[in-house]
């Protein structure tokens, strides 16, 4: 599975932006996917997950109610619509994928396939 993870910027606080992760997978439907996000000398952190074909949706507690992940079958599409964006949201983002679901699934280890990552950057 190729991931490709576009729709970063640059934003002012309380700004929106929509993150999307194309997938190479035929059978998009099969895989699970998620976003995670890495700020320099952290370690990366879950945000969100869904699972297919993409009725289950998990959250971190940081992003709850702030975030909304998504995906497009038709388009072997993944989403990420971020709302109220903050400078601590400022980090790279990661999409990643997997064919089998990890009830660990916050930890980066639980997923095999990664996408090359997209800088979001929140001003103040």
């Known amino acids: 599975v190729q991931l490709q993870a576009s729709g970063g910027g640059l934003v002012q606080a309380g700004g929106s932006l929509r993150l999307s992760c194309a997938a190479s997978?035929?059978?998009?439907?099969?895989?699970?996917m998620a976003w995670f996000r890495q700020t320099p000398g952290k370690e990366r952190e879950f945000v969100a997950a869904?699972?297919?074909?993409?009725?289950?949706?998990y959250y971190a507690d940081s992003v709850k109610g702030q975030f909304t992940i998504s995906r497009d079958n038709d388009k072997n599409t993944l989403y990420l619509q971020m709302n109220s964006l903050q400078p601590e949201d400022t980090a790279v983002y990661y999409c990643?994928?997997?064919?089998?679901?990890?009830?660990?699934?916050?930890?980066?280890?639980?997923?095999?396939?990664w996408g090359q990552g997209t800088q979001v950057t929140v001003s103040s």
């Open positions: 990643a994928a997997d064919l089998i679901w990890n009830v660990q699934y916050g930890t980066p280890t639980a997923w095999d396939y």
């Open positions: 997978e035929r059978t998009f439907t099969n895989i699970h």
């Open positions: 869904i699972r297919r074909p993409g009725i289950r949706t």
